[in-house]
């Protein structure tokens, strides 16, 4: 302890009085040479200072712009040969969100980033990508803005007004205003407190509005318009007396919102038919990988075939048990196929769920309900406005609000777990990795080396310890994102937007609170305890320790750190815009190791844009400038030579690169102005410890209190905005709805839309979703009979291992006379020619993964085509750019959900009186799995791709040759279709009687 006390009282001696190196940087404690104890503790309470602090900016600034401008040329280079890698969007995308077109030369990306604007990007790659680029071009003009400002004033101030400790130190440390101790000359900082805060509120004002200008712009879009999730409402924590079709339309008409009916559609318990077809993927993605490697030589199989352990959910096995791979697996994914046919036959005998969806016609209704009930729902319900199909996270839409808010606190707690146990690690970074001569103290060896090759250590400070900072933090969003999973929330962008604020508040804390500040803390408490335990008071050892200075000593020295670590982002959006990962791991996974048919087509779909990561990076850049800016104005400049390249380099990687698998419409934006106004709050913060600092020794008061008004004008500046603009920009009107829509909802006004189906378009994927075939190369086709040959577990009585030496092709269902075009056993061949996602693209199982639902390649999920005459299924079944895929998807859907709504009341103890009973006896067997599994089933006519002949769009045709209900006329128009009268709100094949009735009756008395 005594150590530690006195390291502690030397550091807090006054500036004046300490000796001082070249550097600038105080020499506080006097150690003996082998006393590495006394060594180490006097680096942890002052780890940031150094003789490299020039040699280290000058190697980071030199490599950062040299490495980054040869990476630069280097995808120049190879951009025009590699369009998988470096333009995919532009292979696949159609017509409509096809980026610009590119010249072959080096420089021909150039121009189409220049003359691509705004709208474009709104048009080409959604709203989102827009925001995101909206907001780099503002933290680009802020921080230019403020490099002029600041270094102007700033930079001239700190070296005029320094007194005469500051000469022999360090340039950078002149450059900070540690050496202007009772000056006057501080109230310039003050000044420039409200001009800083003035540029930030004034450019997210300008931004702020212009967001509002694209969202209003964006719900007057066709694609909105023709969506039917823009006049769907999700309704969540329904009471069980009111789980029905019925039920969510009293809720909705409770809201008293406006007169228009609602069609409802109460979601069914699925129970573990989720988990059933995530584990026959998984199962399918294992059997490919085996036969991949155990096929990769089609000329020489391996001696040994390959074995694994069986799943811990299969009972027929002794846990933990080593079974032949192909062989368990093949049947695995049979019984599993089984198992989830009897679950969705049998899904409608089971409770109706907690939450539901209510579409309207016209948008101005669901949203005139949602903004009515944005605070409080009736009956406890939380009703608000429906996300696409394919951003719900399912298994969280029947929690409860207690139990999210359970699950909450959980999640959060975890997060602070991380976070304080990252405390100690991140110390040993800020002392050692960020310092390398505070290594040289503690390992004499290394100090020799020091000494001898002080160019090359300070290129490795300058460089690889900044790296090595990033690395660590690389994997964070996705540690974060695995948390965020079972935190309770019902969409996944909204899952996005807490991963983002958790990486925020990690960063900043980590970095700011801890990596900066540690040294002047844990100075601080040693000199407060050894002073108490020498019988003084613990009050006036506060008092006399001065913890404001040493704190500002300790941000001033630790600065060009920051300085050295942004020159370092400047690579790093280099190597974003080479796509050199993506590049050497697809390389090396083609040519060493067995990829699969399905995984080679991955590598060439266009992947999904991180927009949590590359929010959190942007928005933890800009806190780090504006909380530094004042104590070290160079990292203005750095900070906007930063944002000005990515405001260029992530334009390219959005418009031809990149995708937006989940569009939220620009929902980000609310969430990035506060955090650029905590940002803001956090440099006045410094700016009040800088003045407390220099009015130890005299200064007025008069500094602080013209600095009490800045959070007060943040704060102020923050409720005007939300009450200006946050309505306007969430909902496209508020209050009661007008009738007379114009635009599009104007085309079909006075008619009812027949084909929303909204049961239908928002019911459970697993209830319809075609279950994946294992992909085979043609190569290896031949030799499927061979490796099941002679397995008699296998044998079925006519074929062995599901093979037969006679084999018959298996009929198509949806087009008679047709075969399914599948292989013996239902693989899947794919010509090494097909091993492209250009010859998948509009197959829901790649499309939905790599094409932002669709929207990339065709049209998303929920489109719907206004003025065409409908069917009695969905309206997009009448598009006439509609797949086969599209078509027989939606009749899978159809079958399940005619028979799903047929029992809507799920049980006795959920039935409402006076509820719509449904006509019963639709028992036909759904159709809704693949055309054959590994073992032979042929339930379904799914397309397959010929042998040796390409790709085709695959045909799902899932339900075409299912039964009639019982006891129904022979097929003719069905109640609901196109020329017939449907009750609204009613579901196709339901009586009259609704609840729609019983309203008006009350409505009339």
């Given amino acids: 302890m005594d150590l530690v006390t006195t390291a502690a009282t030397h550091i807090l001696l006054p500036r004046q009085s300490s000796t001082t190196d070249t550097s600038g940087a105080s020499t506080n404690i006097a150690c003996a040479d082998d006393d590495t104890t006394c060594a180490f503790l006097s680096l942890i309470a002052n780890p940031f200072t150094s003789q490299l602090y020039s040699d280290a900016f000058y190697a980071s600034l030199g490599t950062s712009l040299g490495i980054s401008a040869g990476i630069a040329l280097l995808f120049c280079f190879l951009r025009p040969y590699n369009n998988v890698v470096y333009a995919p969007r532009a292979k696949y995308a159609d017509s409509k969100h096809a980026p610009p077109p590119v010249e072959k030369g080096l420089f021909g990306w150039i121009p189409p980033l220049i003359r691509t604007k705004e709208q474009d990007l709104v048009d080409k790659v959604g709203l989102d990508a827009a925001i995101f680029m909206r907001f780099c071009r503002m933290l680009r003009n802020i921080f230019v803005t403020l490099t002029v400002v600041g270094c102007g004033v700033l930079i001239p101030l700190y070296l005029v007004a320094a007194n005469d400790s500051a000469k022999g130190v360090s340039f950078f440390l002149r450059l900070t205003p540690q050496y202007m101790y009772g000056s006057q000359a501080f109230w310039a900082v003050v000044v420039m407190a409200y001009v800083f805060d003035g540029v930030i509120i004034g450019f997210l004002w300008i931004n702020y509005k212009a967001v509002l200008r694209l969202r209003r712009a964006w719900f007057d879009s066709p694609d909105y318009q023709r969506s039917l999730h823009a006049r769907t409402l999700l309704l969540t924590d329904i009471p069980p007396e009111l789980r029905s079709d019925e039920g969510i339309m009293q809720l909705t008409d409770s809201v008293k919102a406006n007169d228009a009916t609602p069609r409802a559609a109460v979601a069914r318990n699925t129970k573990d038919l989720p988990e059933l077809v995530e584990e026959h993927e998984d199962a399918v993605r294992k059997l490919e990988q085996y036969l991949a490697k155990y096929l990769k030589d089609p000329n020489k199989l391996p001696s040994k075939r390959?074995?694994?352990?069986?799943?811990?959910?299969?009972?027929?096995?002794?846990?933990?048990?080593t079974v032949d791979a192909i062989e368990y697996l093949t049947a695995r994914i049979k019984e599993l196929e089984i198992e989830i046919k009897e679950v969705r036959m049998s899904v409608d005998k089971r409770n109706a769920m907690s939450y539901g969806f209510a579409s309207y016609e016209d948008?101005?209704?669901?949203?005139?309900?949602a903004y009515v009930a944005r605070k409080k729902g009736p009956?406890?319900?939380?009703?608000?406005?429906?996300?696409?199909?394919?951003?719900?996270?399912?298994?969280?839409?029947?929690?409860?609000?207690?139990?999210?808010?359970?699950?909450?606190?959980?999640?959060?707690?975890?997060?602070?777990?991380?976070?304080?146990?990252?405390?100690?690690?991140?110390?040993?970074?800020?002392?050692?990795?960020?310092n390398l001569s505070h290594l040289g103290v503690v390992w004499p060896a290394f100090r020799e080396s020091l000494a001898a090759h002080r160019v090359l250590w300070a290129f490795v400070q300058g460089v690889l310890s900044p790296a090595i900072t990033t690395a660590f933090y690389y994997y964070l969003p996705a540690v974060f994102r695995r948390l965020c999973v079972n935190a309770g929330d019902v969409t996944k962008t909204s899952r996005e937007r807490h991963v983002m604020h958790k990486l925020y508040s990690f960063f900043v804390f980590n970095n700011l609170v801890v990596f900066s500040l540690f040294s002047a803390i844990f100075g601080y408490v040693s000199a407060v305890v050894k002073g108490s335990q020498g019988g003084g008071d613990v009050w006036k050892q506060f008092e006399n320790s001065h913890p404001f200075q040493l704190v500002v000593s300790t941000l001033c020295q630790v600065s060009p750190y920051w300085i050295s670590w942004l020159l370092q982002r400047n690579l790093g959006a280099a190597v974003d815009l080479s796509q050199l990962a993506s590049l050497i791991w697809g390389s090396i996974k083609k040519r060493f190791m067995a990829p699969t048919p399905r995984e080679l087509i991955e590598l060439t779909a266009p992947q999904p844009f991180d927009y949590a990561g590359y929010y959190n990076y942007f928005l933890f850049y800009a806190t780090v400038a504006m909380c530094f800016a004042t104590l070290q104005p160079l990292v203005l400049p750095v900070t906007a030579l930063y944002f000005w390249l990515d405001s260029f380099l992530k334009k390219y990687l959005l418009l031809y690169i990149f995708i937006t698998k989940y569009e939220s419409g620009g929902m980000f934006w609310r969430s990035l102005f506060n955090r650029v106004l905590i940002a803001a709050l956090l440099g006045n913060v410094v700016v009040a410890l800088l003045v407390t600092a220099q009015g130890v020794a005299g200064a007025n008061w008069g500094m602080l209190a013209a600095l009490g008004p800045l959070p007060l004008i943040i704060l102020a500046f923050k409720i005007y905005c939300m009450r200006t603009y946050d309505d306007a920009i969430h909902y496209y009107q508020k209050g009661v709805a007008r009738r007379d829509v114009e635009g599009l909802n104007g085309a079909v006004e006075g008619k009812k839309r027949k084909g929303d189906r909204v049961g239908v378009r928002f019911g459970h994927p697993v209830l319809y979703k075609p279950l994946m075939t294992p992909m085979v190369a043609a190569?290896?086709?031949?030799?499927?009979?061979?490796?099941?040959?002679?397995?008699?577990?296998?044998?079925?009585?006519?074929?062995?291992?599901?093979?037969?030496?006679?084999?018959?092709?298996?009929?198509?269902?949806?087009?008679?006379?047709?075969?399914?075009?599948?292989?013996?056993?239902?693989f899947e061949i794919v010509n090494e020619n097909e091993m492209d996602f250009e010859h998948w693209k509009h197959r829901p199982e790649f499309r939905d993964e790599h094409g932002g639902d669709g929207e990339v390649f065709g049209r998303a999920q929920d489109m719907i085509r206004p003025g065409t005459p409908g069917s009695m299924t969905t309206m997009a079944r009448t598009n006439t750019w509609e797949t086969d895929a599209d078509r027989s998807r939606s009749q899978s859907r159809d079958a399940f959900?005619?028979?799903?709504?047929?029992?809507?009341?799920?049980?006795?103890?959920?039935?409402?009186?006076?509820?719509?009973?449904?006509?019963?006896?639709?028992?036909?067997t759904p159709s809704n799995l693949r055309g054959e599994s590994p073992a032979g089933s042929d339930w379904s006519g799914r397309g397959r791709v010929p042998v040796g002949g390409m790709h085709k769009e695959s045909h799902e045709g899932l339900v075409a040759s299912a039964a009639r209900m019982g006891k129904s006329p022979p097929p003719g128009p069905m109640p609901g279709s196109y020329g017939e009268m449907q009750t609204p709100g009613s579901t196709p094949g339901e009586q009259v009687t609704s609840y729609d009735y019983f309203k008006q009756n009350r409505r009339d008395l």
């Avoid at 084999?807 to 239902?826: E, I, L, V």
């Avoid at 809507?904 to 639709?922: D, H, I, N």
Wanted: aromatic share 8%; hydrophobic share 30%.
């Fill in 306 to 321: 390959p074995t694994c352990k069986v799943s811990k959910n299969d009972k027929a096995y002794t846990k933990g048990q």
């Fill in 363 to 369: 948008i101005p209704d669901a949203h005139g309900v």
């Fill in 379 to 434: 009956k406890g319900t939380i009703i608000r406005l429906a996300p696409k199909p394919n951003d719900l996270v399912w298994k969280n839409l029947k929690m409860t609000q207690k139990e999210r808010g359970w699950q909450n606190f959980i999640n959060n707690l975890w997060v602070a777990v991380l976070t304080l146990l990252w405390v100690a690690p991140n110390v040993m970074i800020a002392v050692f990795l960020s």
């Fill in 779 to 826: 190569k290896s086709q031949h030799l499927l009979k061979t490796i099941y040959s002679g397995r008699t577990s296998m044998d079925d009585g006519a074929t062995v291992g599901g093979y037969s030496d006679v084999y018959m092709d298996s009929m198509s269902a949806a087009q008679p006379g047709k075969t399914t075009g599948g292989t013996p056993g239902g």
């Fill in 897 to 924: 959900n005619d028979r799903g709504r047929s029992e809507s009341r799920g049980s006795e103890a959920t039935r409402v009186p006076g509820e719509t009973e449904y006509p019963r006896g639709y028992h036909s």
